[in-house]
């Protein structure tokens, strides 16, 4: 049995994070976007300059919609929202003006901030949803780091309270309609001290690459408030390639890698990935979805160093379980507890019985850093958060020593000839097959056997392969029940914004 990861210091909110770092190491390199480079004593010099202007908007007590792409501005002005006194509501560019209007409806935002490209689609929605301000962001005079030479400093009035909320942050939506989820100041700043019980930073010496969404979670928890928490670098992609990120690993000296599964695979794809060397490399986080066994193991081979897997949600605030950076990783799952957390296994069916080691049922969550609850949704809050716990609608076991094992998520269970069967578990064996690259599985419709498996899988380059070698391949390794009866080949799984394989559209009509 591991023994507890030790909490280490927790700050009062990320926003003193900056404000020590800026005092302490004013000239360490803070953040690296492009031809971007901000110190510390720059970053929190834009933060003020642009929580003065916010303030003069009036969104004191309000909430501020944020809908900038991965940016030195994005880190600036979801700081400078909270330095202004405001919960700050990140939200994807790449959203379409059918699904901003439900989103910014929700907020009810006092202002939006958002990119120069999308003038018009924003000036169209602030009409139909009634938001009066909207603050342009882009380069030149448009840029927020215009004040990185203006004498200032985060001064203590601007700091927030640790109950106030600091995040409205949306859920996937990947097994139905989006929800709000508040987060407060101190369970940001509880999340990422708990992180770093069981994946320690080293003070001034990291330097983290980003190319996951910076309007996502996993990216705001993991990448720019753990760089924060240990006065490293966050060098951030403007957008993701595989040969842009390889490059950022050598160039910039990448020490840790906040990625994801299809991150992973693409760059285990790359031609150039066996001709790189990445020697600074201490560790690669993976998040945001189930990482399958192989890719792990190919990674770790390919780079030699570890991957860390990872589990979590919005409604954690990021991540809550890690594998340990020192101690043991185990394969397969994702982790331990982080300090202070609590994980338990309850029965699936009324959550009230907790279950012993190797028995799978739902996940519960308690800890400092979870949600204060969804937005204006009381009856989904009292659903999910019972007696100081979060149920997390999410499948898995806990092993005799504590380490947590995800089997699916409970909504995605599949239920063949009377069996339960979960995708993952499926799709880790499709992984296995040297011709997949990618797989996803659901359950549709069977007269037969009331639902039958669908597997999505897209081949690996150059490789042929047919249906009747992947049913061979999963018999070799399944029950008969858990076998897809349907196959079907596709050239990319589609991706939700935040990269997760986006199942509620191959479960629509047509997609299997």
């Known amino acids: 049995m591991p023994s507890k990861p030790k909490l280490p210091t927790v700050f009062p909110t990320v926003l003193h994070l900056l404000a020590a770092a800026a005092s302490a190491s004013p000239e360490r390199e803070a953040l690296v976007c492009g031809t971007d480079r901000l110190t510390y004593e720059e970053y929190a010099r834009c933060v003020t300059g642009y929580a003065a202007v916010l303030r003069e908007a009036g969104v004191r007590g309000g909430r501020v919609a944020v809908i900038l792409g991965n940016s030195v501005d994005i880190c600036i002005a979801l700081l400078a929202v909270q330095a202004a006194g405001a919960q700050v509501a990140p939200i994807n560019p790449l959203l379409t003006e059918h699904e901003l209007v439900p989103l910014l409806e929700d907020i009810d935002a006092a ?5 120069v490209k999308l003038i018009a689609m924003i000036q169209s929605v602030s009409k139909r949803v009634g938001v009066r301000r909207q603050l342009v962001v882009g380069p030149g005079e448009l840029s927020l780091s215009r004040w990185r030479s203006t004498p200032a400093s985060i001064e203590p009035d601007m700091l927030p ?3 106030a909320l600091a995040l409205l942050l949306y859920t996937g939506g990947t097994t139905g309609a989006p929800k709000g989820v508040d987060l407060t100041h101190a369970a940001c700043a509880y999340g990422v001290a708990g992180l770093n019980s069981l994946v320690p930073t080293r003070p001034e010496m990291e330097r983290l690459l980003c190319a996951t969404p910076l309007s996502h979670i996993y990216a705001i928890a993991v990448g720019m408030y753990n760089a924060l928490y240990c006065c490293g670098t966050l060098a951030i992609l403007p957008r993701y390639s595989a040969d842009a990120l390889l490059d950022a690993l050598e160039n910039e000296a990448i020490t840790m890698l906040v990625g994801g599964p299809t991150m992973f695979t693409g760059l285990l794809g790359h031609e150039s990935l066996p001709h790189r060397r990445f020697p600074h490399l201490r560790c690669s986080y993976s998040g945001a979805s189930a990482l399958p066994e192989e890719t792990m193991r190919r990674w770790e081979r390919a780079t030699g160093s570890p991957v860390l897997e990872g589990y979590g949600q919005t409604e954690t605030g990021g991540g809550v379980v890690f594998n340990p950076l020192e101690g043991v990783r185990k394969p397969g799952s994702v982790g331990i507890p982080m300090a202070g957390v609590e994980v338990e296994i309850v029965d699936s069916a009324t959550g009230t019985t907790v279950l012993p080691a190797g028995e799978t049922g ?100 150059g490789c042929r392969i047919d249906a009747d070698a992947v049913v061979r391949h999963c018999r070799a390794q399944l029950a008969p029940y858990k076998v897809p009866r349907r196959i079907v080949f596709v050239e990319a799984l589609p991706k939700t914004a935040a990269g997760k394989i986006d199942k509620r559209r191959l479960r629509e009509p047509g997609g299997a």
Not at 364 to 379: E, K, S, T, V, W
Not at 408 to 430: C, Q, T
């Open 362 to 461: 739902e996940i519960r969550i308690r800890g400092p850093q979870l949600m204060a609850g969804y937005r204006g949704r009381p009856q989904d809050t009292a659903a999910a958060r019972r007696d100081g716990w979060l149920y997390t609608t999410d499948i898995g076991h806990l092993d005799a020593d504590g380490y947590l094992y995800i089997s699916d998520r409970k909504k995605d269970m599949v239920i063949v000839s009377g069996f339960n069967v979960y995708p993952r578990a499926v799709e880790e064996v499709l992984y296995r097959h040297p011709d997949v690259l990618e797989a996803a599985v659901i359950g549709v419709p069977d007269e037969y056997q009331g639902e039958a498996l669908a597997a999505f899988v897209v081949p690996r380059p």
């Open 111 to 115: 202002a939006i901030v958002h990119d």
């Open 161 to 163: 309270r640790p109950e």
